[in-house]
C-alpha cells in the first residue's frame, strides 16, 4: 500500500508566488490533516478534514486554504508565499479520531 | 481550549538508564492520546494509542501508562537507537475539539 502521498518532496519558493501541496491517501481515510513543522518545534496543525466536503481551521490556517472534493485528496494551497511560511509540512490522515494517523513523508519548503 | 504540553524538552541518557517522559493535556472528552516517534527528516512513526485512564500500552523497551490529566512514556534500559523526538497529540470529541492536536515533542539522546 502507498499509505499518504505527499508531493513535492522540496520546493524553493520566491516571496509572493503561489503552489499547492499535493497528498492524497490509499486508505479510505475519513479525516486529513495538514501540520507544519517548525526546526525543532512540534507539529501545529493548520487545516483539517472530517470527510469530503468538509473542512475547518487549526491552530495556524493564516496565509493557507484547502479543499477536499474526494475522500483520497487534500490539497494546500499557499496564495501569496511569505518567508514566515518556510517549513516542512506534513500531511497526515486517519479513519476516525480513535485510530491512529499516518503520515506522509513531508515537503521542505523554502520562501526566498 | 485543547493544550497538550511535554516535558522535558530535551533528555540526554547513558545506555540502559530508565527514565520517564511526560505528557499533559487538557480535552473536552478524550477519543484518544496517541505517542508517536520522529526520527530526523521524517514523519512520525506511530507507537501508542490509550483510550481511558488506567490503561497501559507495550512494545520492547516502552511502556505508556495514561491517567485523566496526563500520560508517561517509560523507557527502560534504553538503547542508542531508541534516540528520537517523542511526540504526544490528543483527539477530542465532537466541535472545535475533533481534531489531532500535538505537543512539542521531547528529544532523547541515548549514549553508548
Known amino acids: 500500500n502507498a499509505g499518504v502521498t505527499q508531493t513535492p518532496k522540496f520546493r524553493i519558493l520566491k516571496i509572493g508566488q503561489s503552489m499547492t501541496l499535493q497528498c492524497t491517501q490509499d486508505m479510505n481515510h475519513n479525516y486529513m490533516y495538514w501540520y507544519r513543522q517548525d526546526p525543532g518545534m512540534g507539529l501545529k496543525l493548520i487545516y483539517y478534514?472530517?470527510?469530503?466536503?468538509?473542512?475547518d481551521k487549526g491552530e495556524v490556517p493564516n496565509g493557507y486554504n484547502v479543499s477536499r472534493s474526494t475522500t483520497e485528496d487534500f490539497p494546500l494551497r499557499l496564495e501569496l508565499a511569505a518567508p514566515s511560511q518556510t517549513s516542512v509540512y506534513f500531511c497526515a490522515s486517519s479513519y476516525e479520531g480513535e485510530t491512529e494517523a499516518f503520515f506522509g513523508q513531508g515537503t521542505r519548503l523554502t520562501v526566498v | 481550549e485543547d493544550q497538550v504540553t511535554q516535558s522535558p524538552e530535551a533528555l540526554r541518557l547513558q545506555e540502559g538508564e530508565s527514565s520517564s517522559l511526560n505528557c499533559s493535556y487538557t480535552v473536552s472528552g478524550l477519543r484518544g492520546l496517541f505517542w508517536y516517534r520522529q526520527d530526523p527528516g521524517k514523519g512520525p512513526e506511530f507507537l501508542f494509542t490509550l483510550y481511558s485512564a488506567g490503561e497501559e500500552k507495550e512494545k520492547e523497551r516502552l511502556k505508556a501508562t495514561l491517567t485523566k490529566k496526563e500520560s508517561f512514556l517509560h523507557i527502560t534500559a534504553p538503547k542508542p537507537e531508541d534516540s528520537a523526538t517523542y511526540l504526544c497529540a490528543v483527539h477530542g470529541y465532537g466541535g472545535a475539539t475533533n481534531k489531532l492536536i500535538f505537543g512539542t515533542g521531547t528529544l532523547l539522546a541515548v549514549q553508548p
Open positions: 478534514s472530517v470527510g469530503a466536503g468538509i473542512t
